[in-house]
């Protein structure tokens, strides 16, 4: 199989996990407003699944492949990455529910914060498809794929769509066409093919790096699960009893059992 050849599955996958954000957008076309309750058990699910790929997928993989040095270089560096990105878009508040019209400098800061988040996304994608071509792994319309591409393909798929609902609430409460909500959530989960054709490429030609960068890519996720989804979950329960707590560790379980069910029947399918 030519590099390009394995550029362009990887670049589709990508595509399809970005492109899954605009689902996010769908529930507006059913409702006005979703509940607050139901909200924290979103994030909850996101954090779940976040935590799941990134301790038993991405970093499992890792040590697998490298020395720990190698794995705390590369969970340093990705932290790094997503603090140094998020902070190019923070110190901005707003309140949507005070302005009746949408602000466009609003839609971008707020499409911007997503987009940015979206990259390490596409590199843990890119990242999972280290192995493509080795002969090991799921058999899919006669290719080979690596199990763990699958289940990160299907897991960051899941992931995005919470991420366009984080989205569509601000710029659904600002007046916004719920059609346009949809073309901005789409728009922030771009970067991620870009994101998975760069890390694997980068992965694929030097050896010696993939260890570092499984684990920038679980440091990536666990910048987002700490630092963004947790506090999201949190602000969305704040008039709920106990702050919905409750609600988002009863989500935050469930997207992390399903997620290692997940793995565990993928990697289980691909020893067969």
């Known amino acids: 199989m030519s590099l390009t050849t394995e550029l362009s599955i990887v670049f589709l996958v990508g595509l399809v996990t970005g492109l899954a954000t605009g689902l996010g ?3 507006f076309f059913l ?6 309750r139901w909200l924290v058990v979103l994030w909850g699910l996101a954090v779940g699944i976040l935590l799941s790929a990134a301790l038993f997928g991405l970093l499992g993989e890792a040590l697998a492949e490298g020395e720990l040095t190698h794995v705390v270089a590369g969970l340093i ?3 790094a990455f997503v603090y140094l990105a998020d902070h190019l878009v923070s110190g901005y508040e707003f309140s949507p529910r005070t302005v009746s ?37 799921l058999e899919i319309a006669g290719l080979t794929v690596p199990a763990l591409a699958v289940f990160m393909g299907i897991a960051i798929s899941i992931l995005n769509v919470p991420e366009g609902l984080a989205i569509a609430i ?17 728009f922030s989960g771009l970067p991620q093919p870009i ?5 694997y490429y980068f992965v694929s030609t030097l ?16 910048y987002l699960v700490v630092v963004e989804f947790v506090p999201a979950g949190i602000d969305a329960g704040r008039s709920l009893p106990r702050r919905g707590r409750p609600r988002l560790v009863a989500g935050g379980c469930v997207g992390f059992v399903a997620t290692l069910a997940i793995i565990f029947a993928v990697e289980g399918i691909g020893t067969v």
């Not at 409702?31 to 607050?36: G, L, N, P, Q, S």
């Not at 710029?171 to 066409?177: E, F, K, N, R, S």
């Open 207 to 222: 050896e010696g790096l993939l260890a570092v960068s499984f684990g920038f890519a679980a440091g990536a996720l666990f």
């Open 101 to 137: 019209a949408v602000d466009p400098r609003t839609v971008v800061l707020t499409v911007g914060v997503l987009t940015i988040h979206s990259i390490p996304e596409g590199i843990a994608v890119g990242v999972a498809f280290a192995d493509l071509g080795t002969g090991e792994g």
């Open 195 to 199: 994101g998975a054709v760069a890390a």
């Open 170 to 186: 601000p710029l659904i409460a600002y007046g916004m066409d719920r059609w346009k909500v949809v073309g901005w959530a789409v």
């Open 25 to 27: 957008v769908a529930p």
């Open 77 to 79: 560096g990705g932290v």
């Open 31 to 36: 409702v006005r407003e979703i509940a607050d």
